[in-house]
C-alpha cells in the first residue's frame, strides 16, 4: 500500500469525509464551550465519537500515566483514533464497492 492509497482510503471518500467532518465539528464545539463557559460534559463527545479505539488509547494512558497524564496524550490519542477508524471506514466502503461492481449478473442468453 502506498501513500496516495492511504490518502485516498483516509480522507478521499465521503464516509471517511463524513466522519472526519463529524469529529472535527464535536472538537471545535467542545473548544468554544471551554472558552465561552464550564464545558461539563462536552468534552465527551469526541471520545465517543471515535469509540472504540480512543477509549483504548485513554485506558493505556490512564494505566501508564495514572491521573498526571498530559492532556495532550489524550488528545493525540484521540486524532490517531480517529484517521484510524477513517482508514478502515474507507477500506469497508472500497471493499463493498469492489465486491458489488465485482459480481456480475449471468447473463440469461
Known sequence: MNARTLVRLTFANVASA???GLVGASVVFEVTAALVSDPGIVGIWPFLLTAPTSLLAAGVV????GMDAPVWYLVSGVIMSALLQSFALGALLE???GRRQGSTRPSLG
Not at 490512564?62 to 500515566?65: N, P, R, T, Y
Request: charged share 10%; no cysteine.
Open 95 to 97: 471493499a463493498l464497492r
Open 62 to 65: 490512564g494505566a501508564v500515566w
Open 18 to 20: 463524513v466522519y472526519l
